[in-house]
């Protein structure tokens, strides 16, 4: 049997987790002194509450190798081996540390680990089209490699409302040369081989660039691969999230349209009311 692995950082729903038996590899997530585990005891608006009461950036970490080992040893001990999906090597250190894990119990032949050069729901729509290949009957070396190739179409994009929380996190910089002014500006990011790049920026209010954003998707999302597509928010107004479901849907183009939120980590480094689409190249 294989089991799935995948980091916290892909904002995986419970719902997805246990359809699928997921198991969770939970980032850290501090708030002054005090360290929680994305996923399992810490929600995205006590990472807000931290930042609007002034208390400075929270500070997020991978797992270390020894919590790796914790979580893969029972699994390799009951003879399955192992598939993870780790958050892009460029915004983080976790395909290191599994490789580290892995040699340390010396299951290179039996773990398989996907850098999936993304973020949030990005890493979820990689691990559902996993799922269909162990449906067929695939090998983890079969599997391990069609969804590496599945990576380089994958397609995630996002708008923020405020710049202050990707400045706070060191990804500011492209983005203030792009909009020159951060006064009513709502920047649009897009993640290309692993990394954050700015895309365009949006003016006016936010419900109104929310929807430019998702008007200017329109074509490439009509040429995607229709069997999935991902809306994401990191609590944004109900009413927005509906209008783009909605236009979305009108598409009639996928066949699946999930919906969720980020977790902790992920609003830690986009703030509130960011939201995002990800989707695989047809």
């Known amino acids: 049997m294989i089991r799935f692995l995948c980091d916290s950082t892909s904002d995986l729903t419970l719902e997805l987790r246990e359809r699928y038996n997921i198991t969770l590899l939970p980032f850290h997530i501090a708030l002054d002194e005090e360290e929680r585990l994305d996923g399992v005891d ?6 807000y509450r931290f930042y609007d009461e002034g208390k400075g950036v929270p500070k ?15 699994i390799l001990d009951q003879g399955d081996d192992i598939l993870a999906f780790c958050i892009s090597s460029k915004l983080s250190q976790s395909t290191h540390i599994l490789k580290e894990a892995t040699s340390q119990l010396k299951a290179i032949d039996r773990v398989g680990i996907i850098d999936c050069e993304n973020v949030s729901s990005g890493i979820t729509l990689l691990l559902i089209e996993a799922t269909k290949l162990i449906n067929k009957g695939k090998s983890r070396e079969e599997i391990e490699g069609a969804v590496a190739g599945y990576a380089g179409r994958l397609k995630t994009t996002f708008i923020v409302d405020q710049l202050k929380y990707l400045q706070r996190n060191g990804y500011c910089s492209s983005f203030l040369a792009m909009t020159k002014s951060v006064l009513n500006q709502h920047p649009a990011i897009v993640i290309e081989n692993g990394e954050l790049k700015a895309k365009e920026s949006y003016r006016g ?19 995607a691969k229709s069997d999935a597509i991902f809306i994401t928010d990191s609590g944004i107004d109900e009413e ?19 919906v969720n939120q980020t977790g902790s980590v992920v609003s830690a480094h986009c ?6 689409v990800a989707y695989l190249e047809g």
């Open 271 to 276: 703030g509130p009311q960011a939201l995002g």
């Open 205 to 223: 209010k936010l419900d109104k660039a929310v929807m430019n954003f998702i008007e200017d998707l329109k074509d490439d999302l009509l040429k």
């Open 42 to 47: 810490i929600a995205p608006e006590d990472v």
């Open 240 to 258: 927005i999230r509906e209008k783009v479901i909605e236009t979305i849907k009108n598409l009639n183009h996928f066949e699946k349209i999930y």
């Open 60 to 74: 997020t970490r991978p797992y270390t190798v020894d919590e790796a080992k914790a979580i893969m040893k029972p």
